[in-house]
Antibody, heavy 119, light 107 residues
Framework: EVQLVESGGGLVQPGGSLRLSCEVSGFSFNRYWMSWVRQAPGKGLEWVASIQQEGSEKNYVDSVKGRFTISRDNAKKSLYLQMYSLRGDDTAVYYC????????????WGQGTLVTVSS | DIQMTQSPSSLSASVGDRVTITCRASQSIGNYLNWYQQKPGKAPKLLIYAASTLQSGVPSRFSGSGSGTDFTLTISSLQPEDFATFYCQQSYSTPIFTFGPGTKVDI
């Protein structure tokens, strides 16, 4: 059974940092692009970042470029999102998702982890 | 950047109704269009990819059509479990992806 489990969310002050993790099981992690997608409270979905199988290619939405870093550890079957300089509009549930096509086709998703940026 | 719009933003329907949701792209995206269903407090679920291909395990009452800039998601006979918000998403401008704003379906 394919499973993705996020962790690391919580309350952080504006300007602070946080690292999200996503541990996967039930599939060959190193064969897939992986992504982070977020959803602000009561709002729609927003793609945040994606990373290629070996980690050599990474892409970001403009609003997080220079502040967020996506990475992965294939040996640990884990995906990460390091977030710096957090702002109020980064408050959201962050989902990790498996990209089944390498072109933004997300079949499997985690349950999400809530990040709240507030003083 | 490619912008996605959806209409309506919300709708109320009854069990058994035929429901149609429209998604429009700001430029032609071919058939690089996916549809997701999201229930409250849950992760999104892929329903349809490549504009019209039904994802495995998704009931056949869901269908998608369109190409270029205009797309539709149709639920042929609405069921109680279909209460959800539906999102379109373009993958034409890979590696950048955008979702539509969503359509909330109330039963």
């Amino acid at each position: 059974e394919v499973q993705l489990v996020e962790s690391g969310g919580g309350l952080v002050q504006p300007g602070g940092s946080l690292r999200l993790s996503c541990e996967v099981s039930g599939f060959s992690f190193n064969r897939y692009w992986m992504s982070w997608v977020r959803q602000a409270p009561g709002k729609g979905l927003e793609w945040v970042a994606s990373i290629q199988q070996e980690g050599s290619e990474k892409n970001y939405v403009d609003s997080v470029k220079g502040r967020f870093t996506i990475s992965r550890d294939n040996a640990k079957k884990s995906l990460y999102l390091q977030m710096y300089s957090l702002r109020g509009d980064d408050t959201a549930v962050y989902y990790c998702a498996r990209d089944d096509s390498g072109m933004g086709l997300w079949v499997y998703w985690g349950q999400g982890t809530l990040v709240t940026v507030s003083s | 950047d490619i912008q996605m719009t959806q209409s309506p933003s919300s709708l109320s329907a009854s069990v058994g109704d035929r429901v149609t949701i429209t998604c429009r792209a700001s430029q032609s995206i071919g058939n690089y269009l996916n549809w997701y269903q999201q229930k409250p407090g849950k992760a999104p679920k892929l329903l349809i990819y490549a504009a019209s291909t039904l994802q495995s395990g998704v009931p056949s009452r869901f269908s998608g059509s369109g190409s270029g800039t205009d797309f539709t998601l149709t639920i042929s006979s609405l069921q109680p479990e279909d209460f959800a918000t539906f999102y379109c998403q373009q993958s034409y401008s890979t590696p950048i992806f955008t979702f539509g704003p969503g359509t909330k379906v109330d039963i």
